[in-house]
């Protein structure tokens, strides 16, 4: 899943998130400390003040996670969690997460748990690796 860089996330973050908008773009949503903060953040409406932050946020945090799950199991030589078919994008794997975390909003173990588990877990639930 690869993308470039955004002029627009750069600035949002040197600039801050104070200007924001109520709601998911809040300074405590954009602490990422559960999956329903990343939830939040990666559903937030186009028309909301805060949606080209909130949706740019969301898609760096899908990139930083498969990133960084594909340097390790490379490196590490370990079982990939993730099996993404060439070509999938960010915005796949965005739909595949909001999927499965509307399909688990009732639970709040899954969903309270670390937002990268949540991700992975996401990600694996669509990509599962078969060998």
Partial sequence: MKTKPTLLFA???AGGLASLGAGATNEAAFRFDTTVNLYEICTLPEDAAGF???NQACRAFIEA????H???SARKKLKRLVCYPK???IEEGKQAFIEWANAH??????MGEQPVVGLVRSLAAKYP???
């Fill in 11 to 13: 600035l949002a973050c």
């Fill in 52 to 54: 080209p932050v909130a």
């Fill in 65 to 68: 996670t498969v990133q960084y």
């Fill in 70 to 72: 594909d340097e390790v």
């Fill in 87 to 89: 070509g999938a994008t």
């Fill in 105 to 110: 909003s009732g639970d709040s173990k899954l």
């Fill in 129 to 131: 690796c078969r060998k």
